[in-house]
Nanobody
């Protein structure tokens, strides 16, 4: 079993920055992808950014050039640096880790609110 614990959410003004962190406990093995998703009220959960165990990453078009995802394989952590935040970035952000042999796991979510 894998447990994910997010931290770093909060309230920030438009144009500000936040850094989300996610720590995974349990055994992370094999090829896997760690990522961040978000869900705004009334909307579906969407991918924000993901990074593979090799370091390759991808981003939603809406956050490219503003957000940066990184991971530390030795510590089983993944982070999301969010700059130039916009009100439309307001959502609950969820950490995810998945792999063919590993399974699919979610964190409990952390609220990010960007005021205009």
């Amino acid at each position: 079993q894998v447990q994910l614990v997010e931290s770093g959410g909060g309230l920030v003004q438009a144009g500000g920055s936040l850094r989300l962190s996610c720590a995974a406990s349990g055994r992370i093995f094999g090829s896997n992808v760690m990522g961040w998703y978000r869900q705004a009220p009334g909307s579906q959960r969407e991918l924000v950014a993901a990074i593979g165990s090799s370091g390759a990453s991808n981003y939603a078009d809406s956050v490219k050039d503003r957000f940066t995802i990184s991971r530390d394989n030795a510590k089983n952590t993944v982070s999301l640096q969010m700059n130039s935040l916009k009100p439309e970035d307001t959502a609950v952000y969820y950490c995810n880790v998945r792999g063919f042999a590993l399974g699919n796991y979610w964190g409990q979510g952390t609220q990010v609110t960007v005021s205009s």
